[in-house]
């Protein structure tokens, strides 16, 4: 006799919360870690960093809508690993940008207005969907 996921209680639901997890795991690293990484190496100090991070935004918030994703939870996660980030990255001893002087402002507007439209765009798509 072969066990099934119907015959363990909770069978489908420890799947779906290990799928969840996984995709957490994805998205926290790609549409965050990597995503702002990247565009800060590319623009670091430039304005150019606003309009390129909210519309990589809007294609993480398509990602994630088109793997029926709610970000809820990743949006917590995101958002203290960016204070973090931040705080880092303004420190005098950073290893990033060596003998450079952050703008705080211009890397706040960015990297938190990417995170919150990730967000935003994600619950409006889903809203749109289930109309």
Same mark, same amino acid.
């Given at each position: 006799?072969?066990? #099934?996921?119907?015959?363990?209680? #909770?069978?489908?639901? %420890? +799947?779906?919360?290990?799928?969840?997890?996984?995709?957490?795991?994805?998205?926290?690293?790609?549409?965050?870690?990597?995503?702002?990484?990247? +565009?800060?190496? %590319?623009?670091?100090? =430039?304005?150019?960093? +606003?309009?390129?991070?909210? #519309?990589? =935004?809007? &294609?993480?918030?398509?990602?994630?809508?088109?793997? $029926?994703?709610?970000?809820? %939870?990743?949006?917590?996660?995101? !958002?203290?690993?960016?204070?973090?980030?931040?705080?880092?990255? =303004?420190?005098?001893? !950073?290893?990033?940008?060596?003998?450079?002087?952050? $703008?705080?402002?211009?890397?706040?507007?960015?990297?938190? #207005?990417? %995170?919150?439209? +990730?967000?935003?765009?994600?619950?409006? &798509?889903?809203?749109?969907?289930?109309?």
């Amino acid at each position: 006799m072969i066990l #099934g996921l119907d015959d363990i209680t #909770g069978g489908h639901e %420890i +799947v779906a919360f290990l799928i969840w997890l996984g995709l957490t795991a994805l998205f926290y690293l790609v549409g965050y870690v990597a995503a702002l990484n990247v +565009v800060d190496d %590319i623009t670091q100090n =430039s304005w150019t960093k +606003v309009p390129a991070m909210w #519309g990589l =935004s809007i &294609i993480t918030a398509g990602l994630m809508s088109i793997l $029926n994703y709610n970000p809820l %939870i990743l949006f917590f996660i995101m !958002c203290a690993a960016n204070y973090l980030r931040l705080k880092n990255l =303004s420190s005098p001893d !950073c290893e990033k940008f060596p003998g450079m002087q952050i $703008n705080k402002a211009l890397f706040h507007i960015a990297s938190y #207005g990417y %995170i919150f439209l +990730v967000l935003a765009i994600t619950h409006y &798509i889903d809203f749109r969907n289930n109309l």
